[in-house]
């Protein structure tokens, strides 16, 4: 069955809507830009209504599912109209789901009222697609389980910047950090931001909205564990994986399935991908993967987030972004003090 969508987007990101939409089961009814002046352009395209505002849209379209493919100013800076909004489609029983993170930084949690209410708006937007629910990691439970302590993970997480941006990236990678191991006691980051005309910057904002480039991150934990975080915008095609490292050997997990190999050398375990069968869509991966993240989103009985995982993230690459500009290691506990969630 296909379930009505609203999309605001950016200009460049229509074959790629057309794509997810089609493999997801979307029917676009409402779409839109913040482009300048090109909102009906893209609409038409899609072959939509157009999407003049994105807040009233959000208050008010008919739809199953409002996706956030690009968010423009949405969600960036102390602008209380938009987590209203977020709350408006939420009491309509509307889905919200978005590649980039909203808010843009946990900086802006309090003064924009993302903390606010009985059910927060912070903790209504969907990031899709989330390393740490894509079906790749969902199916290789059983393996983790079995494997058992983790000592070392490296997390890697890249793209074209239509897929989404480099926040967008930061945030899934270090939000499966956090599911695989917890809260870091220090983050030491270093970034290759790009900015207007491909120039290499090493200092980013504060905020994770319209950042581009390339960031690596290393976390350490109290009790001597430790993670690596490699991110990046300009990869050119769609990949994610991770590699942990423990007492039962090495396991590789990545959108194309996973291998276990034991202390020894030997084989432990390994699924491969199963091949496209005749008539089945051949979908890109990032497609494939928002495709999936979005249908899995409108289904009967998936659960809510649970609250606060949101506030967690977004502490976490605040503290990635103060540690790339101080050049030293941060602690998640300074940016929660520094926005009153300690």
């Known amino acids: 069955m296909e379930r009505r969508a ?10 790629l809507v057309k794509e997810v939409a089609a493999a997801a089961g979307l029917s676009i009814a409402h779409a839109g830009s913040w482009g300048r002046g090109l909102s009906t352009s893209v609409a038409e395209e899609l072959g ?22 690009s968010a423009g100013a949405f969600g960036a800076g102390n602008a209380v109209e938009d987590g209203n909004a977020v709350s408006d489609a939420h009491a309509r029983n509307v889905k919200i789901a978005s590649i980039e993170p909203i808010p843009a930084a946990a900086l802006d ?21 989330r390393m740490s629910e894509a079906k790749w990691v969902r199916n290789a439970a059983d393996v983790l389980e079995s ?11 890249w793209g074209a910047p239509a897929h989404g941006s480099l ?22 980051a270093a970034c290759a931001v790009l900015s207007a005309g491909k120039t290499v910057r090493a200092m980013p904002g504060e905020t994770l909205r319209d950042l581009h480039g390339d960031i690596t991150a290393s976390l350490r934990y109290a009790d001597g564990r430790a993670a690596g975080v490699m991110v990046s915008d300009q990869a050119g095609r769609w990949g994610r994986s991770i590699t942990l490292l423990g007492d039962k050997g090495r396991l590789r997990i990545h959108d194309d399935g996973l291998e276990w190999i034991g202390p020894d050398g030997a084989l432990v375990d390994e699924s491969k991908p199963k091949r496209t069968k005749k008539g089945e869509l051949n979908v890109s991966p990032a497609a494939a993967a928002m495709a999936e993240s979005l ?17 967690e993230t977004l502490t976490l690459c605040q503290t990635a972004l103060l540690s790339a500009r101080t050049g030293q290691g941060e602690s998640p506990s300074t940016i929660r003090r520094m926005v009153g969630v300690d």
Do not use: C, N, Y
């Open 6 to 15: 609203a999309v605001w987007m950016a200009p460049d990101q229509v074959e």
């Open 48 to 69: 939509a209504a157009p999407i003049r505002d994105v807040r009233s849209a959000l208050a008010s379209a008919e739809v199953d599912l409002f996706w956030i493919a």
């Open 109 to 129: 949690l309090l003064g924009g009222g993302w903390l606010e209410g009985t059910v927060k708006p912070v903790d209504v937007v969907r990031l899709v697609p």
């Open 147 to 157: 494997f058992g302590s983790i000592r070392t993970a490296v997390i890697q997480s």
């Open 167 to 188: 926040g967008a990236h930061l945030f899934s990678a270090l939000d499966l950090a956090l599911s695989l191991m917890g809260e870091p006691e220090t983050i030491d």
């Open 295 to 311: 249908a899995r989103l409108l289904e009967p009985g998936v659960q809510d987030m649970k609250p606060g995982r949101q506030v």
